[in-house]
């Protein structure tokens, strides 16, 4: 789930893998709880390391002037992010030891209910994946054509709005909501960056902005307080002003999405996990099972990520 989430955005992963974590639980006889917090924890984490994990590291990629997105988030991410991939595992297990247990899987094959809805499903993954290749020899082969990282969104997207009987009842259970707030929260962002309040608050702390150290703690503290997506918003222009290097936006890509670690409210993925998990499972997460364990992993994914991008990729 974790590797996943690179590619298909991490929270598309908590809807999908949130009913197979529960069922994995089930046969496993493990706490529901420890499934679900292994998800959340696994696609915040696995979601850094590709510009098109998060929203966040879209943005960057995208007004970040970044030549070749993906093979610079894997340059600089890729291997702290499969570090912290295994501390979260260790910390899990440390927390949980009583509870886990060796099982055999039993994999059961779900009846397919639209087959041609499920071919076009795997039409668009395979999209996904000829486009994102494309990107980059595109650009290590310097060819002269506009690709921007939003054709790989939509192009996917086509065979199934297209030609798909179904394309009105899909089209109608787009989250249209969360849609429009995050357009309202882009006007508002722009609105707050224009009154000059967000650059007053960061000058105030007197730090150098443009540091990794600074980008790693502002990025992880602040987020908790307007959300990752809000924080990139606000402080990459700040970045991009002050002339920041490739090194100090992924520290900002690095910091801004592992802060969902810390608490609950810290990722929009950790929400509809749990909003999944109690609607539809009665399973849940409480704020403090969370915190727990978030605080301390966070920290350590903070200090790998500064180590890693110290030394440089």
Not at 103 to 132: F, G, M, N, Q, W
Not at 168 to 196: N, P, Q
Not at 219 to 224: C, D, V
Not at 277 to 300: C, S, W
């Amino acid at each position: 789930m974790g590797i996943a989430a690179a590619f298909l955005m991490n929270d598309t992963l908590a809807i999908i893998g949130t009913p197979i974590v529960l069922l994995l639980a089930k046969q496993c006889r493990v706490p529901p709880k420890l499934m679900l917090l292994t998800l959340a924890f696994a696609i915040t984490i696995g979601s850094v390391m590709s510009p098109i994990g998060n929203p966040q590291n879209v943005l960057i990629a995208i007004n970040g002037n970044i030549a070749n997105p993906f093979v610079t988030f894997f340059r600089f991410l890729l291997l702290p992010t499969m570090v912290n991939f295994s501390l979260a595992f260790i910390l899990l297990r440390l927390f949980y030891k009583q509870d886990l247990k060796s099982c055999a899987i039993e994999h059961s094959e779900e009846p397919v209910k639209d087959r041609k809805l499920t071919l076009l499903s795997k039409v668009s993954l395979v999209l996904i994946a000829i486009l994102v290749t494309a990107k980059i020899i595109i650009v290590f082969l310097n060819i002269p054509i506009d690709f921007r990282l939003t054709y790989i969104a939509l192009i996917p997207a086509a065979p199934i709005i297209i030609l798909s009987p179904r394309r009105v009842e899909i089209i109608k259970k787009i989250d249209w909501r969360t849609l429009v707030f995050f357009v309202a929260m882009f006007v508002l962002m722009e609105s707050v960056w224009e009154s000059g309040l967000f650059q007053s608050v960061i000058t105030g702390l007197n730090l150098n902005i443009t540091s990794v150290v600074a980008i790693l703690m502002i990025s992880a503290l602040l987020s908790q307080l307007i959300s990752n997506v809000p924080l990139v918003a606000l402080y990459l222009p700040m970045l991009m002003n002050a002339g920041a290097s490739t090194k100090e936006l992924m520290a900002l890509a690095a910091g801004s999405t592992v802060a969902g670690n810390l608490f609950i409210l810290g990722a929009a993925g950790n929400i509809i996990i749990i909003q999944n998990g109690e609607k539809k499972y009665r399973k849940t997460i409480t704020f403090l099972d969370f915190a727990k364990i978030g605080v301390i992993l966070t920290a350590v994914n903070l200090l790998v990520y500064w180590l890693f991008l110290l030394v440089g990729a």
